[in-house]
């Protein structure tokens, strides 16, 4: 009995051993990110990502936990709601944000989501083994007008231009956001970045025919360079151009690969379920070959149902047959806004019953799931 007691004390220790592996142990040396200062909890993080591709598709939605359809989370809750979780039980495994109007210095982001309520959230949620996505529809630095104005902006932000101190300032205030997350031990939390999206799309000031490709991707670089010098080092950096023609579309704007972590595209039905079906499959090819030569995850980066409502079979026959066995690490839904402007699912929307069965798949990996995927 007595040796049974100490041989059974050992092995609890070593098993305490192996578990307590301590970030600053493991071997991180030869990871190469976009940030050569990455902090060792970001690398984990990237770790992680490759990980989850190995295992399947981590389920992701925009202001998860902020709002949903007719609800909206109240500061005074502790409990935090989200209208996948109402439907399936559970919570998406990726939670995005978007951080327009940070750069104003304003309480509240571009949709009305206050930046104090995201922060609780993002703790809160990297906690329970959440993945943290940010996009920025920042305003127009020249007519402080929204992201939508495509009045060209970029050469007048770009080092010796005439709104550069402007930039300079908002680009403090998003560091001073991204610096501020906090996990319990003071360490910053690790997030995903996903700045200046949709380039190759004409519609916000950073993209095709407003700036050229030459500029955009000097003003990709140029706020990474910033952000560093404002000691952010909790970033990886999502590249993630709207639907692409070829495979040229996606070089035109690449800024390289010692300035980008993960590769992404964002992919909507506009033109039809099956189209759209046929559009994942050989834009998901095309990531794919690039994340593969470069050596990196990549994740389909935003999607969802623009004619939400219309076909109760979207999950199971428009969306999975296009990301089945992708390789990509995660979906993200847009957000559910309102009744007219949703993208993903709610209680008693025509497709809940297919996204359960969506979420039953092996592939889909929700937040209960991907919280084992360790680094
Ligand atoms: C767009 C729309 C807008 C929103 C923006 C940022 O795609 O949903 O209503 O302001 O994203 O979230």
Redesign the pocket.
């Known amino acids: 009995m007595k040796y049974f007691i100490k041989i059974s004390a050992i092995l609890s220790i070593l098993f305490l051993m192996q578990a307590c592996k301590s970030l600053s142990t493991a071997n991180f040396k030869d990871i190469k990110l976009a940030d050569d200062n990455a902090s060792n909890q970001t690398k984990a993080l990237y770790l992680r990502i490759q990980n989850i591709a190995k295992k399947g598709i981590a389920f992701g939605h925009?202001?998860a936990t902020a709002y949903g359809i007719g609800w909206k989370h109240n500061e005074n809750s502790k409990k935090l709601r989200s209208d996948i979780k109402e439907v399936s039980g559970r919570f998406p495994a990726v939670q995005g944000f978007?951080l327009?109007h940070i750069e104003l210095g304003n309480s509240t982001n571009?949709?009305t989501v206050s930046f104090s309520l995201m922060k609780d959230h993002i703790v809160k949620m990297h906690k329970k083994g959440a993945i943290i996505t940010f996009?920025w529809?920042l305003d127009n630095p020249v007519t402080n007008k929204d992201s939508w104005d495509s009045t060209p902006a970029v050469a007048e932000i770009l080092k010796g231009g005439s709104e550069r101190e402007k930039y300079e300032l908002w680009i403090r205030r998003l560091s001073q956001f991204l610096n501020s997350l906090k996990d319990k031990n003071n360490n910053a939390i690790p997030v995903v970045f996903r700045p200046y999206h949709e380039m190759n799309g004409g519609w916000f000031w950073w993209g095709a025919g407003n700036c050229t490709p030459e500029e955009y991707k000097e003003l990709w670089r140029q706020t990474l360079s910033l952000l560093k010098s404002n000691n952010v080092h909790n970033v990886l950096y999502a590249f993630s151009p709207n639907t692409l023609n070829s495979e040229q579309d996606f070089d035109l704007y690449y800024p390289g690969d010692e300035y980008v972590d993960i590769l992404g595209v964002d992919i909507y039905n506009h033109s039809g379920d099956e189209a759209f079906t046929n559009t994942l499959k050989n834009n998901l090819e095309i990531i794919k070959r690039k994340a593969q030569l470069a050596k990196k995850p990549y994740a389909l980066t935003e999607s969802g149902n623009v004619k939400a409502g219309s076909n109760p079979k979207w999950w199971s026959e428009g969306l999975y047959p296009g990301i089945k066995d992708s390789g990509i690490a995660w979906v993200l839904l847009?957000?559910n806004?309102r009744v007219s402007?949703y993208f993903s699912t709610y209680k008693q929307e025509a497709s809940a019953n297919d996204f359960k069965e969506f979420e039953q798949l092996e592939e889909i990996l929700f937040l209960n799931e991907v919280k084992k995927i360790s680094y």
């Open positions: 925009q202001d978007d327009g571009l949709d996009s529809h847009w957000r806004a402007h």
